[in-house]
């Protein structure tokens, strides 16, 4: 098979069942390729831009590196169970949950891919929408709804092998670094930045909530990297490219979107994309358009995926089915809801990932028995298909979020869940004597 055309095997798509070794294509080079070009998008300026005013720019800036940094590794470290398994993220996840248990985490993962999948399609078109009002003074937020979202999934049905070879590395990378350079020259030489950082927060922000905001960012895309991650050639180079490409392009658009917000006196309507609209005849925000439809793929692609290892379906079919839905729930909801959305996310999938990445790395040392995660009966059946102990970590884990929430909320919910549900399955599996699997291929 071509490097160049996608996986039409259905085996080899199947989240069940791990990509063969000679359909492992992606380098250390790839991964950085699609996770940096994933780590830029226009939710993430906004992201960035509502640090603004709770922070001032310098300790959004602060909270942007920490947060970056802390989620990259997390998120590379997720990507090595991927590469280690060859399996999807939603199968990858039955040696820890069960082989029952792991379909509650796939409906979450569903839900979650669809809001994220809207959420993209509303801000791509509301980008389009500004830049075509402010160049031609004409709106159409409908039909810029309706493009973005046959775009995306059409790009879903070429697959992930297709999507990166063809798009990504031929010229979908070299739009977003150019209009990336571009926004950050203009803002480097505009007469505004001494001042910016000069300017203080109002205080209606901690740092640590500042730091879970960005930590939500790539903690949404855990559920995600197994997919891509599987047809990596290598586990360590899946770490280093995913890791490094996310971390660089999370700071950096964190950062646009923090200074652009304090620069451009930034309130919660659209003076933020109306600035950069206005940034270099708006070609910088054009090239980031047109380059933002990756991520509407990976979300549609990787529900397709999570719900492929529920009901069996064909990756194709599925992947059309939600780039409709997506594409219909954007037609009809706002933008607004979305850092709740954010922060709803984190609380969810922080905590299971602490137990995965415990279990996989800590107790199995990274060994699986992929034959056997079809097998309610087997090693990983656990109790009717639950892996109570796990679920029970999990649990607590979410409960530890709200609870510091609620109570400091100036110290952050995202780390302390973490570590939590991490420690708390631990130490609840130095009780229960684990199966010995043997070494995944």
Known sequence: MSDNLPISDQEAYDPLVPV????????????????????????VLQAGAALIPGLSLVEALAAIAVGSCA????????GVIGAD???????????TLGVRGASVAAVLNIVQLVGWGAFEIIAMRDAANTLSQNTFQFGAPAIWTLLFGAAATGL????????????????????????????????????????????????????????DLVIAMPLSWLPLIADYARFGKSAKGMFRGSAAGYAIANIWFFA???????????????????ALAMTGGGLALLFILIDETDNIFADIFSAATSLGALLHFRIKHLAILFGIVCTAIALFVPMSGFMTF?????????????????????????QVEVGQIRNPNGIYGFTFGLHLIAFAAWVIGIATYYIVLARMPALGATLPAFFAAAVVYWVLSLFRVQPRPTAAP
């Open 20 to 43: 063969p070794v000679n359909k492992r294509k992606l380098s250390a080079l790839d991964a950085f390729s699609l996770w940096f070009s994933l780590g830029i998008g226009l939710l």
């Open 71 to 78: 989620g990259a590794v997390l998120l590379g470290l997720a």
């Open 85 to 95: 398994t060859g399996l999807a993220t939603m199968a990858a996840l039955r040696p």
């Open 156 to 211: 879903a049905i070429m697959g992930p092998l297709g999507f990166i070879r063809r798009f990504l590395r031929s010229y979908g990378i070299w739009l977003l670094l150019a209009g990336a350079a571009w926004l950050t020259f203009t803002l480097i030489s505009g007469p505004d930045l001494t001042a910016a950082l000069a300017r203080k927060g109002d205080g209606s922000l901690s740092l640590g909530g500042g730091i």
């Open 256 to 274: 646009l979107g923090a200074a652009y917000a304090v620069s451009a006196a930034y309130n919660p309507d659209n003076m933020l994309l109306s």
């Open 342 to 366: 954010l922060y709803a996310i984190g609380s969810v999938f922080t905590p299971l990932y602490g137990v995965l990445l415990v279990d996989h790395f800590l107790i199995r040392k990274r």
